[in-house]
């Protein structure tokens, strides 16, 4: 990848972040934890493309994945 998003959290917990971000060459971004709240992503994404679920992009409302995408876009 030429980029990781990781959450606050995620970053100070991960003291090997560092070694990674050398090994893949990659830049990362570090975003509040707020950001990848699901609730939050859900309706921010729900919001964002005016939909009522997220079915029509094959992800699950309860899944990692929405909240990785609310914090993409946010």
Known sequence: P????LSEKCAHKNPEIAALQNELKCSILIK???HFDLQGSL???LT???LHS???????SQ???TSA?????S
């Open 2 to 5: 030429k980029e990781l998003l």
């Open 43 to 45: 309706h921010f994404l």
């Open 69 to 73: 995408a609310g914090a993409l876009l």
């Open 32 to 34: 509040q934890d707020w």
């Open 63 to 65: 899944s990692c994945a």
């Open 48 to 50: 964002h493309f005016k």
């Open 54 to 60: 997220l079915d029509s992009f094959g992800i699950n």
